[in-house]
């Protein structure tokens, strides 16, 4: 998660609990809220490999002498194969695309051109340089469209000692999964397939949405590994169900066959920002092997139809509160109500704003039941005022009286939060869905706002979203004290700062839900539901 992104989030929650140490200053000290914490995910790293683990195998750059080209194109992409190594040169991605510098709109291009080491790359205890080995590889091109549904192309290499490795690729045009065999002979020790480095990190620059580096699915246990946090060789043994790199939109994975006869996997540095993913094939499996390749962007469809859970790649949330509340398990549904609304408004700024208005809907009775707390505290306030100034030198008799209070006027001191602690989840949740998904990526939404997952550009909607918060808390009833209210009156300012770089579909969601939130309090205040001011009955 980027930096600002997080001061976000921890300055969101700590307005949420600030009522709780404001109400302190009147009542006495509640029960602390459970610290929230992220689990992280470990994983095995091994600086110097035991004698049990496979030793990875540096393989050098891809020389380009003696080299042929053939290029495979559907309406979904364009592939380059070189015969040198037998490998995947390039992975262009046509349906989405990347502004340049010069503003231009150019496909999104998965393999870097910098990267150390190819696609599909196979490396031997007897053929070390195995990204230099010649394959057989015509040079005809192949345009795949309904007519012409797939292509299978085969690439095959024989060394002087008559040992021979031959890879298999069926090509579809309306998928961008790779179904893969690779054959071989002679090679007594088994094989490492390399799934190159960096395909699938299309932009370093999302690096802070937590989800760029490398990812493999073992043992039924999803592990996540960062550039900034590989130091050695990371080493996954077990089944298998996929590896692979990727960034917060686009992945690329090997899916083999049969998990539970794969690996292990191995993920390691081979430069600045560069990481590099290989699974080792054993000698038992090494004559014949089956993937499934897929390179594409993380679509939730697609990635469904894949498999072996292929979709728990999307970052829908992590763990708060512990372990009990898993974000995602709101993430998904919300998800889904999006995408559906999606389907008859045809715009995803128009979704957004009718799933605030659900949300807003859903928990408007528990806004209710917490403003009628709220309005019993600040009734009887004279009251706990005495009792702290009685009690003032006995912090145990000043609790015990506090709490008869509250039990005489039936009041929970803590009701005020209930609605902001039920919406935690909702909360991040929908940061999360907003901020991650592929389908808000270059979504348009009204005149200016052409993509809902970047930043207004010209910052009209932050400011409005400042303003609309604003009159949000001058018309939000409170029990703090004149002074500490008009404190709280900076908060717009600092959320407008830190809401001009966000995504314009998250700044539509808080906007569109001060607008409601302020609608809501009017509905209330005319049910005659008004809270006295701090120190008055």
Not at 285 to 305: H, V
Request: a neutral charge; one cysteine or more; glycine letters at 6%.
């Amino acid at each position: 998660m980027e930096k600002r992104l997080i001061v976000f989030l921890v300055l969101s929650l700590a307005i949420i609990f600030a009522y709780p140490f404001v109400m302190e200053r009147v009542v006495g000290p509640t029960p602390k809220a459970p610290e929230v914490k992220q689990l992280p995910i470990e994983s095995k790293q091994e600086n110097a490999p035991s004698p049990q683990t496979p030793v990875p195998m540096e393989v050098p750059l891809v020389e380009e002498k003696n080299e042929k080209e053939k290029v495979i194109e559907s309406d979904l992409y364009r592939v380059v194969l070189s015969n040198i190594g037998g490998t995947i040169k390039e992975w262009q991605i046509k349906k989405y695309t990347k502004k340049s510098a010069t503003g231009e709109h150019a496909p999104i291009e998965l393999i870097p051109r910098n990267g150390k080491t190819l696609p599909l790359t196979i490396v031997t205890p007897e053929e070390p340089n195995g990204s230099k080995q010649l394959y057989s590889l015509d040079n005809q091109s192949v345009q795949l469209s309904r007519e012409k549904p797939e292509a299978v192309v085969t690439l095959t290499s024989v060394d002087p000692d008559g040992r021979k490795i031959t890879k298999e690729l069926t090509f579809h045009y309306d998928h961008y999964l790779v179904e893969t065999q690779i054959k071989t002979e002679g090679y007594s020790q088994g094989y490492e397939i390399s799934l190159g480095t960096n395909f699938g990190i299309e932009d370093w620059g999302q690096e802070f949405g937590g989800s760029v580096g490398a990812i493999s699915l073992v043992n039924g246990e999803l592990f996540k590994e960062k550039e900034a946090k590989i130091t050695g060789t990371i080493m996954h043994e077990g089944a298998v169900s996929w590896a692979a790199l990727q960034d917060k939109y686009f992945i690329s994975a090997l899916i083999p066959k049969e998990a539970a006869q794969s690996g292990p996997i191995s993920v390691k540095k081979e430069g600045e920002k560069q990481i590099r993913v290989d699974l080792k094939v054993p000698p038992d499996q090494a004559a014949q092997k089956g993937f499934s390749l897929y390179a594409g962007p993380k679509e939730y469809d697609r990635l469904t139809q894949v498999g072996a859970n292929f979709e728990e790649s999307i970052d829908f949330g992590w763990f708060i509160m512990g372990s009990w509340l898993p974000v995602r398990l709101v993430a998904k549904p919300l998800y889904f109500i999006i995408r559906f609304l999606h389907r008859f408004s045809h715009n995803y700024g128009v979704a957004i704003i009718l799933v605030t208005v659900l949300v807003k809907v859903l928990f408007f009775p528990i806004t209710r039941k917490s403003l009628s707390s709220m309005k019993g505290m600040a009734a009887i306030q004279p009251k706990i005022a005495a009792a702290r100034k009685k009690y003032a030198g006995d912090r145990e008799k000043m609790n015990r009286e506090l709490m008869n209070l509250y039990k005489e006027h039936k009041i929970n001191p803590l009701g005020g939060c209930l609605p902001m602690v039920v919406q935690i989840p909702v909360f991040i949740a929908l940061f999360n869905i907003l901020y991650t998904t592929i389908d808000l990526r270059q979504a348009p939404f009204i005149l200016w706002i052409h993509d809902l997952s970047d930043k207004d550009p010209y910052y009209v909607l932050p400011v409005i979203m400042g303003i609309s918060m604003f009159f949000q808390q001058l018309t939000q009833p409170t029990t703090m004290d004149p002074t500490q209210a008009k404190v709280m009156l900076f908060l717009p300012v600092i959320y407008t700062f830190f809401f001009l770089n966000f995504p314009s579909g998250l700044v539509l969601y808080w906007l569109v839900n001060n607008l409601l939130s302020i609608g809501q309090q009017y509905l209330i205040n005319r049910e005659g539901l008004v809270i006295p001011k701090a120190g008055t009955t």
